[in-house]
């Protein structure tokens, strides 16, 4: 229970294997995968696609660059989560993560704590350092100065500001350039990043817990609570990552939702929270307008709202946010352009099935994260996590593709990225 059983994993083995680790997350180790290793020393990938592999170097400081550039996770937006390695004679030197958007890079802080021993030092690093002048120095500049002389980098930033030129500007310098090691999974670390910089657009995971009979809730109405404590812990880790949480009207009048972050342990961060709602009915004493977060809350709403709830929800500290209308309620893509503009990268929809058919029907959804609650509430009535229209046909269904699962005690949950169908003429 837990991790995936298809995730790759990192191991270190010297006589024999006692941990596991893909992307710092810790689980223990299956038998068969202690009997493969028992003989064999270094650092080792395994998966159930491919098997044990044993990792040259660049790869396992590269696996070392993705852990450490994952605990930004949730704090560097808008700026991708980086993490930097240097290594000198098969040792590292140096390290360090992007913490914050305005703060060091990852480069800067692992040439800070390599100090002279940056010079004639390799760097491992997720993402292609960058080139230009923007909140902070170019880090280019820095590793030419500091006499690193060689970067091996997992990709290249999609940032059109850097794209390919931080490697141009090492190489002219006599820095050697290695890319593209293990670049799937520095992708897949900032995949909210790339669509980000790339299109303007936030990247949009849409969250929902179901009973084994695919219903978000009782005919009744009743959804508290679907899932188990460990299913539910997951989900406000979920919120610390994300910029904004997006729900829909129905659902803040019919569970009155804080849409905070209550981390186990304490800490992390409230998003900013997103409320969908054509004729502003949000409830001035909803816990959503006075949640007690320095997060804001944003009433994304059209010219059907009356102006007198409005200017009531202002003095609230509720920002107003007017938008066109599609088909009666908030147009989907023209908020998420507007969250876009204010560099708002990622966004965790926790609606119904409205708002959520409403997004999936535009093509507008990116990542699914969907929990299985081993019970059954049938109801003709109940409501499912995607109503709308629907389809007329299997064939023109969304494909769920890459498909990941772990498991939270009794609840199962089903990570996957939704695609339509192409439907061929004559088909």
């Known amino acids: 229970m837990g991790a995936s059983p298809r995730a790759a994993r990192l191991t270190w083995c010297k006589s024999r294997a006692d941990s596991t680790v893909w992307m710092g997350e810790e689980t223990a180790v299956e038998p068969y995968f202690l009997q493969t290793l028992r003989k064999r020393s270094g650092f080792f990938c395994f998966d159930h696609n491919s098997g044990v592999k044993q990792l ?29 390695v240097l ?31 940056a010079a004639g030092a390799v760097l491992y690093v997720n993402l292609e350092p960058c080139s230009h002048h923007g909140r902070t120095a170019p880090c280019t500049d820095a590793l030419i100065r500091a006499g690193v002389k060689k970067v091996v980098a997992a990709m290249e930033d999609p940032n059109p500001l850097v794209c390919g030129k931080g490697f141009q500007k090492l190489e002219a310098a006599g820095v050697e350039v290695k890319k ?15 669509k980000y910089i790339t299109t303007g657009l936030p990247f949009v995971t849409v969250k929902a817990a179901i009973s084994m009979d695919g219903k978000i809730a009782t005919g009744t109405g009743q959804s508290r609570w679907i899932t188990g404590d460990k299913a539910r812990q997951f989900v406000h880790r979920l919120r610390d990552h994300s910029d904004a949480v997006l729900v829909g009207i129905e659902t803040v009048l019919a569970d009155d939702p804080l849409l905070t972050t209550r981390l186990e342990n304490g800490g992390g961060k ?9 004729k502003a009915r949000l409830p001035l ?32 500290g509720v920002e107003i946010m007017v938008l066109p209308s599609r088909a009666g309620r908030v147009d989907p893509a023209a908020l998420l352009r507007k969250l876009g503009e204010r560099e708002i990268t990622a966004v965790l929809v926790e609606g119904g099935g409205t708002l959520n058919y409403s997004l999936l029907e535009a093509g507008l959804i990116d990542k699914l994260f969907l929990f ?12 499912t996590p995607f109503d709308g229209e629907g389809i007329a046909s299997p064939g023109e269904a969304w494909d769920v593709e890459a498909l990941e699962l772990k498991q939270f005690d009794r609840d199962l949950l089903l990570i996957g990225y ?10």
């Open 56 to 84: 040259d170097l660049d790869e396992r400081f590269m696996w070392m660059a993705l852990d450490l550039a994952r605990q930004g996770r949730g704090k560097t937006s808008p700026n991708p989560m980086v993490g930097a």
């Open 270 to 278: 409230d998003p900013v929270r997103v409320v969908a709602d054509s």
């Open 418 to 427: 939704p695609k339509k169908r192409r439907v061929e003429v004559g088909s």
């Open 285 to 316: 004493d909803a816990r959503v307008v006075n949640p007690g977060s320095r997060a804001r809350t944003i009433l994304a709403t059209t010219e059907e709202a009356p102006r007198e709830k409005c200017a009531a929800l202002r003095e609230r």
């Open 372 to 383: 299985i609650a081993p019970v059954i509430f049938g109801g003709r009535d109940s409501p």
């Open 180 to 194: 593209g090691i293990l670049e799937h999974k520095a992708r897949q670390l900032n995949e909210a990043f790339i």
């Open 87 to 117: 290594v000198k004679g098969g040792e590292v030197v140096g390290s360090g993560y992007h913490q914050a958007a305005g703060g060091p890079h990852a480069e800067v802080f692992a040439l800070r704590k390599a100090g002279e021993n």
